[in-house]
């Protein structure tokens, strides 16, 4: 069982910017594993926000084929991550069709880089409750440094 972590908002939240500081790094390749602490971390940067759900699941089944034919089986994955409900760009379809039987720790960024914009986590949580594979963390900080500091205490955590 793999151990997912979904960093989760809307568009331009700053979850790739969030995963960047996470990895300490601004650029994800397909072949390179990612590390936090011990653990060798699959990354996808860009969102099914970015991609919409067709594109970002091809994109994460290539990146997924690249990184296991080098590094062997991906045991963590860290992506960027939208709760969408739009026909088209299915979040919940999303988890079942690359995640189903991983361990998915959602961290939900309640609040957007700027401040002026919130995700409402009760219809969130409402939204993925079905899910017995999926995990919600909130994250309520709104400044930059306590978002990191909050996503590395959930990893660390989730990682022992």
Not at 17 to 43: R, W
């Amino acid at each position: 069982m793999r151990k997912v972590f979904l960093v989760t908002g809307f568009n331009n939240w700053g979850k790739t910017t969030l995963l960047s500081n996470l990895f300490e790094t601004k650029t994800f390749h397909k072949k390179i594993p990612q590390c936090y602490g011990k653990h060798q971390f699959l990354v996808m940067p860009q969102s099914n926000d970015d991609l919409h759900q067709d594109r970002y699941e091809k994109e994460f089944l290539d990146r997924l084929q690249k990184f296991e034919k080098i590094n062997g089986k991906a045991k963590y994955i860290a992506s960027a991550f939208c709760p969408t409900k739009e026909p088209n760009n299915n979040s919940i379809e999303i988890l079942h069709n690359l995640f189903k039987g991983d361990k998915i720790e959602m961290l939900l960024l309640e609040s957007k880089w700027c401040g002026n914009a919130k995700l409402i986590i009760p219809e969130i949580t409402r939204l993925y409750s079905g899910e017995r594979n999926v995990t919600i963390h909130s994250i309520t900080s709104k400044s930059s440094v306590g978002k990191l500091s909050k996503v590395k205490s959930i990893f660390t955590g989730a990682l022992r």
